[in-house]
């Protein structure tokens, strides 16, 4: 256990490494492009090792299992609504994605279009929740990054 690493970059490629298993060549002994030819932007397996959230220069995120395959992919919002409460998903470049420390399916993602996303992995058509990130004054403003306080109560 632990002994597994996720890479992932500006080449769009996923790599998976397994340092017990590795050989003197060094090699990732998998590699994928999850999302086409998106940039990874964040990686992260779940608090269980089960799965991995993948959020990438598109506006989906996607969810993986630990070996790769594809459990969900968030939807894409509708670039011409104009009110983000009313979409189903981003319709900008995801910028960070995480897991929720005590509630094992969901995650929340943030993007360029100015929102904070809530996602459960069984609901894959809508997100639970849109938060949306203003300026101090009031103007829309990208996210950059977002995280869950160590007990899942606050998001920032």
């Known amino acids: 256990a632990g002994a597994r690493l996720l890479t992932g970059g500006y080449d769009c490629e996923l790599k998976f490494w397994d340092f017990a298993g590795m050989d003197s060549t060094l090699q990732s002994f998998r590699s994928m492009h999850p999302c086409e030819s998106h940039q990874i932007c964040s990686l992260q397996y779940s608090n269980t090792g089960d799965m991995i959230l993948v959020g990438s220069g598109s506006a989906q ?71 949306k990130a203003k300026d101090k004054h009031g103007r829309k403003t990208g996210v950059t990054t977002c995280a869950f306080s160590r007990d899942g109560k606050l998001i920032g």
């Open 61 to 131: 995120a996607k969810v993986l299992d630990r070996d790769g395959h594809n459990v969900m992919e968030c939807p894409k919002g509708w670039q011409y609504i104009s009110d983000m409460n009313n979409t189903n998903g981003h319709i900008s470049m995801i910028n960070g994605a995480c897991w929720h420390p005590r509630i094992k399916e969901q995650f929340l993602t943030c993007s360029n279009d100015c929102t904070i996303r809530i996602w459960d992995v069984y609901q894959k058509k809508k997100q639970l929740d849109v938060l």
